[in-house]
């Protein structure tokens, strides 16, 4: 079994946090989730909002759907209503572009739950080899003669890598050039992957 | 809690949308005064809706005026430095996101790396369908653990003890020579091309696939669509380098 990244929820006592780190840590990750929350009632109900945040370093954060000034001048003016032509130009671009983000997000998210997923496999996958088989096993496990045969056959595996990696070559200089000369999407791929 | 998940999007049902407003109106009033609480710092919040004239605020309307006080006292840079609208904010949580999924894949990458290693040791899995550039991490692989072994090899033999010796128990060790299951791998490194159809332009990941069972493909190769036969139409690739956002989602 993995070990948990963090403790998970815990019910905590709503009072000022007496751990300078804690604190600092809580209203990083706070202020973000309020944030998101802000951002999400803003979708759901097409409402607008204004929150500003002093950070304990005295930094001050702000979010504001349209923008934090609109709203924030709206409530300081109170008296007139506010110029709704101005609103509408900046809410519409940004309404534009805001669905498309929040899919791109959503998507991004699950690649990020998926490769978590592998993460969690491909440890299985090792924890296994390493109880079935001795030469999978850390390396402080092995006796001076198992890791002999293992260097030796690591050995021979390095020459047969090598063999390969001549044969696909082909003797040219051409090997670098290889990956991109096909103009495919496919080979974009890897560079992605091997930057 | 929610029962199922909301998706994001504005909420055309009038009573739905009003009572959505009502409940997360007020759970947000709520973190921010815990936010306040906790970390002992100021905050307020404004909300206008369209089912009051006034707008909601947070702590109170002294409370707002005095905050906004104190935020226009700070300089215009300071201000702006951490002002989000709906726009930057996501984007901002887009690009972290993209680098946790970078730096997860890159991990990953390492740790399949390791069991191609293990399997083409012992000729469980065949270096003739890997491609160049995998084949070249597969052997730096390879040599960096050629070194570990032979660091081990002279801690243990100048007599630094460590957690090693003979177990019981394990039959393929001893005649001398390379003998037991290590063998059969030096026989077994050129094997058939195309094993399961397999085309060189696909990704690693085929690799863990074509090792275990097709149907494990499901539990795998998730979010990425891989899988044999599968083209790249679902992998992201778009015109940023760095972002991994698929183009063709929106034509």
């Known amino acids: 079994m993995s070990k948990k990244p963090s403790l998970g929820r815990q019910k905590i006592k709503i009072a000022k946090i007496q751990i300078k780190n804690h604190l600092q840590v809580t209203f990083s990750k706070r202020r973000s989730g309020l944030f998101k929350k802000a951002s999400e009632l803003c979708t759901l109900c097409g409402v607008e909002i204004a929150i500003v945040v002093f950070s304990p370093a005295g930094k001050v954060f702000s979010f504001g759907h349209p923008e934090v000034e609109s709203v924030t001048d709206r409530f300081l003016a109170r008296k007139s209503n506010v110029n709704s032509s101005n609103l509408h130009l900046v809410e519409s671009h940004q309404i534009a572009s805001v669905p498309e983000l929040n899919l791109q997000l959503m998507y991004m998210v699950n690649e990020l739950e998926a490769e978590k997923k592998r993460s969690e496999a491909l440890d299985q996958m090792r924890k296994d080899g390493q109880s079935q088989f001795w030469w999978e096993a850390p390396i402080e496990d092995l006796s001076l003669h198992e890791l002999q045969q293992l260097k030796d056959s690591m050995e021979e595996l390095k020459k047969s890598v090598d063999i390969h990696v001549n044969n696909i070559i082909g003797g040219s200089d051409r090997a670098p050039i290889i990956l991109s000369s096909t103009g495919d999407s496919c080979v974009d791929n890897y560079i992605w992957l091997c930057p | 809690m929610t029962r199922k998940k909301v998706k994001l999007a504005f909420i055309m049902n009038d009573s739905a949308r009003k009572a959505t407003f009502k409940k997360r109106k007020k759970g947000l009033m709520k973190k921010v005064n815990e936010l306040s609480t906790l970390c002992g710092i100021d905050a307020c919040a404004i909300i206008y809706s369209p089912y009051e004239a006034q707008p909601e605020v947070w702590p109170n309307n002294i409370g707002v005026q005095r905050v906004l006080a104190q935020f226009k006292r700070m300089p215009e840079m300071e201000q702006s430095k951490k002002m989000v609208n709906q726009e930057s904010f996501i984007r901002q949580r887009i690009t972290k996101a993209n680098e946790q999924l970078k730096k997860q894949i890159k991990e990953n990458r390492d740790k399949e790396l390791t069991e191609v290693m293990y399997q083409c040791l012992t000729?469980?899995?065949?270096?003739?369908?890997?491609?160049?550039?995998?084949?070249?991490?597969?052997?730096?692989?390879?040599?960096?653990?050629i070194k570990d072994i032979c660091r081990r090899i002279e801690s243990l033999k100048k007599g630094v003890t460590g957690p090693s010796g003979s177990q019981p128990g394990r039959s393929q060790v001893n005649n001398g020579s390379n003998s037991g299951v290590m063998?059969?791998?030096?026989?077994r490194h050129v094997v058939d091309q195309n094993v399961g159809g397999v085309n060189g332009m696909q990704r690693t990941q085929w690799f863990t696939d074509w090792m275990n069972n097709p149907s494990d493909q499901q539990n795998m190769g998730m979010g990425m669509g891989m899988g044999m036969g599968h083209g790249y139409e679902m992998v992201p690739f778009g015109d940023n380098p760095n972002m991994i956002w698929p183009n063709q989602f929106f034509p």
Not at chain 2, 132 to 143: K, Q
Request: proline fraction near 4%; aromatic fraction near 0%.
């Open chain 2, 123 to 145: 000729g469980k899995g065949s270096i003739a369908n890997l491609m160049l550039p995998d084949l070249n991490d597969l052997g730096g692989l390879v040599d960096q653990t």
């Open chain 2, 183 to 187: 063998n059969a791998m030096d026989k």
